[in-house]
């Protein structure tokens, strides 16, 4: 560990070093189709932006709109799920059904990867 906090690990093959920082969420985020945040870290509301979309906006921001935003859930059988906007505050989400239109997710999770402010 060093003084500014940064935790160095070894790789199991021991050939490799990372900063543990670099490998965790930085929020992560399960709800409802109505945006209603049911559990969640870093999350400090959610926006419902329209049918199929919503934005995840955090509770400590982002270093620069560069990360790497995760989602899933269900609606019936099929959901694709997309990042559409990426700010330091906040990340836009986007739900479709197998026909390509829009629609809420019964159940979606999201998660975010990349560096605090």
């Known amino acids: 560990k060093t003084a500014a906090g940064n935790i160095t690990i070894t790789s199991e093959g021991g050939a490799a070093t990372m900063q543990l920082q670099q490998g965790l969420a930085k929020l992560w985020m ?3 189709g109505d945006a209603t945040v049911t ?3 870093n999350q400090a509301s959610m926006t419902d932006n329209g049918t199929g979309q ?3 906006n955090f509770t ?4 620069n709109d560069d990360y790497s935003g995760l ?3 269900n609606a019936g059988d099929h959901l694709i799920s997309s990042t559409s906007t990426t700010t330091t505050t906040g990340c836009r989400f986007d739900h479709y059904n197998q026909s390509n239109a829009s629609t809420d997710a019964g159940h979606h999770c999201n998660a975010i990867f990349g560096d605090l402010a």
């Not at 400590?60 to 270093?63: L, R």
Request: net charge negative.
């Open 30 to 32: 399960q709800g409802q």
């Open 39 to 41: 559990d969640s870290f």
């Open 54 to 56: 919503f934005t995840s």
């Open 60 to 63: 400590n921001n982002m270093n």
């Open 71 to 73: 989602s899933t859930g």
